[in-house]
T-cell receptor, first 110, second 118 residues
Framework: GQNIDQPTEMTATEGAIVQINCTYQTSGFNGLFWYQQHAGEAPTFLSYNVLDGLEEKGRFSSFLSRSKGYSYLLLKELQMKDSASYLCAPSDTGFQKLVFGTGTRLLVSP | EPEVTQTPSHQVTQMGQEVILRCVPISNHLYFYWYRQILGQKVEFLVSFYNNEISEKSEIFDDQFSVERPDGSNFTLKIRSTKLEDSAMYFC????????????????FGSGTQLSVL
């Protein structure tokens, strides 16, 4: 089975930096995804980490430590449009599916 | 960018009726998935489909549910004898085949079908 733990909600102000943490326990592991989901919309891909370390992609970066079962998503220069849920999703071996956590709802205020 | 398309965007049905949710995955993708999201809850895996057969299914995906790829482009989810608790947003997703990396691992989601069972 899989167990994924993320904070339920976070708040930040426009222009700030926020770090969303995720810890996970999985029976098999083949990388970790972060998705963004605006209310009423489909999840959209943000990042994928399979090796330990930091992956940077514009304003968004994602970090993975496989030995600790830990990942974080770092969002810089926050904008109002970044208000959304951020879903941590480890993938299992064989890549048959992603299992999503409950997500972290981020509210960015002016 | 290519898209996964789902129809209809909204479906209202009476309890006990059968519904078919339709998806057109991205044309060169070979892995297909159905997920659902009950309002205010997490996105839940239902089933994965590869090479014309189910590769994995969750506990939710019982005999009430079935999937089919009736032709080279469509991928459908059938829900028989719908119940009130089947009310949810249903997402179809697809990805390419191939070794990890280079974007093959990326799951593309459709915009969903909001199913309301009355």
């Amino acid at each position: 089975g899989q167990n994924i733990d993320q904070p339920t909600e976070m708040t930040a102000t426009e222009g700030a930096i926020v770090q969303i943490n995720c810890t996970y326990q999985t029976s098999g592991f083949n990388g970790l995804f972060w998705y963004q989901q605006h209310a009423g919309e489909a999840p959209t891909f943000l990042s994928y980490n399979v090796l330990d370390g930091l992956e940077e992609k514009g304003r968004f970066s994602s970090f993975l430590s496989r030995s600790k079962g830990y990942s974080y998503l770092l969002l810089k220069e926050l904008q109002m449009k970044d208000s959304a849920s951020y879903l941590c999703a480890p993938s299992d071996t064989g890549f048959q599916k992603l299992v999503f956590g409950t997500g972290t709802r981020l509210l960015v205020s002016p | 960018e290519p898209e996964v398309t789902q129809t209809p965007s909204h479906q209202v049905t009476q309890m006990g009726q059968e519904v078919i949710l339709r998806c057109v995955p991205i044309s060169n993708h070979l892995y297909f998935y159905w997920y659902r999201q009950i309002l205010g809850q997490k996105v839940e895996f239902l089933v994965s489909f590869y090479n014309n057969e189910i590769s994995e299914k969750s506990e939710i995906f019982d005999d009430q549910f079935s999937v089919e790829r009736p032709d080279g482009s469509n991928f459908t989810l059938k829900i028989r004898s719908t119940k009130l608790e089947d009310s949810a947003m249903y997402f179809c997703a697809s990805r390419r085949d191939g070794p990890l990396g280079g974007g093959n691992e990326k799951l593309f989601f459709g915009s969903g079908t909001q199913l309301s069972v009355l």
